[in-house]
């Protein structure tokens, strides 16, 4: 146990599936796992173990941001021996050519933060996924027919749409690195993974997009629309 998990090691599965709120943790429970039961709920990051078609799975929150990512993912790598966290979550799009609940698989993430150079002391802002691990995501959503998008996303410190002048960090990146879309969690998790020689992947649903024209989901339509990015991270899960 840790001061932010309460769970038994042998509480915690190999594979993970993280997404933000502790309330979709526990609806993906509800509606997808068999023989679930709750093994966390420090602080309310619910985190549920059970069976999806006889796979062990885990199901926890991460919480928003890269601090509260950063802390539960290190302690599942470092202390629960997890192999694997495939993050799910919400993200906000930049290019034209994204639909409301289209789903992006992020192949590197970019960051301005210095969660390496606190960490680590080093002075990293891009970190890559789990080329395994996006292999079989990808191979799993043309199996089942759920579309994705993959490319380079972004993790920010706070919600982009609040940002004063999204243009002006824009301008700070490299003309090379041009984000799909924006979310605050992966980079994070990539890196972690990275430096404990764990796998980490992200799946992101569209829910906001700043390209122009704005668009939001409602609550409602986030809730529903998210269920094929949950489809392929489980279906997904039973390769791994």
């Not at 940002?163 to 301008?171: A, K």
Request: hydrophobic share 40%; net charge negative.
């Amino acid at each position: 146990m840790t001061p932010h998990n309460e769970a038994k090691k042998e509480d915690i599965a190999k594979i993970v599936i993280m997404p933000g709120d502790p309330l979709r943790a526990k609806y993906i429970a509800e509606n997808f796992l068999s023989n679930y039961k709750l093994v966390n709920s420090v602080r309310n990051i619910y985190c549920y173990t059970g069976t999806y078609k006889n796979k062990e799975i885990t199901v926890m929150a991460s919480g928003m941001g890269m601090p509260s990512m950063g802390i539960y993912s290190y302690e599942l790598f470092k202390f629960y021996d997890v192999d694997t966290i495939i993050r799910i979550g919400s993200c906000g799009g930049y290019s034209k050519n994204l639909k409301l609940f289209d789903i992006i698989l992020s192949e590197q993430v970019f960051s301005e933060s210095n969660y390496a150079l606190n960490l680590n002391n080093d002075d990293c802002h891009l970190v890559s996924a789990s080329l395994q691990t996006n292999s079989i995501i990808e191979e799993t959503s043309k199996e089942i027919n759920i579309d994705i998008i993959k490319g380079t996303t972004m993790c920010t410190e706070c919600f982009d749409l609040y940002m004063t002048d999204i243009n002006q960090v824009f301008s700070r990146i490299s003309k090379d690195i041009k984000p799909l879309a924006a979310e605050m969690e992966a980079f994070a998790l990539f890196y972690n993974a990275k430096l404990l020689g764990k796998k980490a992947s992200c799946l992101m649903s569209v829910v906001d997009i700043n390209n122009g024209i704005t668009q939001s989901a409602t609550s409602e339509e986030r809730e529903k629309g998210l269920s094929n990015m949950i489809k392929l991270a489980l279906e997904s899960s039973l390769k791994l």
